[in-house]
């Protein structure tokens, strides 16, 4: 679309004395945004604003939307936290504070991918203005967050010696290291994300997105989602599993959008049903 434009966005974040970074793109950017709907696209651990899908995505999307970096992950500032999901919370709130007061925006959407997934679910389930979105899509969610004690053998020597594991990783091209510390995976362990159960809105349809073969986030845990939603009216949900990719479709961004844009022109036009849709399979849903 030829008058798209993308604003680059810096948000206040006084829990940490901080300034989060995003990228505000809007389809047409010459008219009024109050009362105008919104989605928020969510990146996961060790990601950014631009990794993976989520730029493409933003620049197909038929509604405007902001992605952003989380508090201490690329060019956002403050401290980065492996079991910090509460900070992610507060940085959502801030940055849809921000839009609500500067541009008087509704946040219609969330997409998460990972991490970002169980953030947005957490502020979808406690805020008010989560109870007036009207779409979630759920990429390589986590459910069972004590399972990431499956993968202790790889921080085990390095607490036992040093106190911490330092995961070394390259983001936006650039070497980053940060410490993991043993509380880290407990704080991690025990973020509650049942709460889906019992306060997710009933009115919200949802997109469950899983790579069949994902190293990180067990498949079964989008099973999970796929009950804890299916049983919601009027919202539905549907599941979408991906053959042969990983957590994060490495080499098929591209399919991911498709899919979500897919299941967006069904949600749009009421047409949604609850179940297992296009497992894998390519063509439409």
């Known amino acids: 679309m030829a008058d798209r434009m993308s604003t680059k966005l810096y948000i206040s974040q006084p829990a940490d004395n901080c300034t989060l970074v995003g990228v505000l793109e809007q389809l047409e950017p010459n008219k009024p945004t109050y009362g105008r709907k919104i989605a928020l696209i969510l990146h996961?651990?060790?990601g950014h604003k631009d990794y993976l899908f989520q730029k493409r995505l933003a620049a197909r999307l038929p509604l405007d939307s902001v992605r952003f970096d989380f508090r201490g992950s690329h060019e956002s500032g403050g401290q980065w936290r492996y079991g910090g999901f509460a900070e992610d919370v507060q940085d959502l709130?801030?940055?849809?504070a921000f839009l609500r007061k500067n541009y008087g925006y509704e946040i219609d959407m969330i997409v998460g991918h990972s991490r970002?997934?169980?953030?947005?679910?957490?502020?979808?389930?406690?805020?008010?203005?989560?109870k007036r979105v009207t779409a979630m899509v759920n990429v390589s969610g986590r459910y069972r967050m004590h399972r990431?004690?499956?993968?202790?053998?790889?921080?085990?020597?390095?607490?036992?010696?040093?106190?911490?594991?330092e995961w070394k990783v390259t983001v936006a091209r650039q070497p980053v290291i940060e410490r993991v510390y043993p509380k880290d995976l407990e704080e991690f362990a025990s973020w509650d994300t049942s709460v889906v159960w019992d306060n997710f809105p009933s009115t919200i349809n949802v997109?469950?997105?899983?790579?069949?073969?994902?190293?990180?986030?067990?498949?079964?845990?989008?099973?999970?989602?796929a009950r804890a939603f299916g049983s919601r009216t009027p919202g539905t949900h549907v599941l979408h599993l991906m053959e042969d990719a990983g957590h994060n479709f490495a080499g098929r961004q591209d399919e991911v959008v498709d899919v979500i844009l897919e299941w967006l022109e069904g949600h749009h036009s009421?047409?949604?049903?609850?179940?297992?849709?296009?497992?894998?399979v390519r063509g439409r849903l």
């Open 116 to 130: 970002g997934s169980v953030v947005g679910m957490h502020w979808l389930c406690t805020s008010e203005e989560g």
């Open 207 to 225: 997109l469950t997105i899983h790579g069949l073969v994902d190293e990180v986030v067990p498949v079964y845990d989008a099973l999970i989602y």
């Open 148 to 165: 990431i004690y499956d993968r202790m053998d790889t921080y085990k020597e390095a607490f036992d010696t040093t106190g911490y594991y």
């Open 93 to 96: 709130v801030i940055v849809v």
């Open 270 to 280: 009421g047409a949604l049903v609850t179940g297992v849709l296009r497992t894998g």
């Open 44 to 46: 996961g651990t060790m």
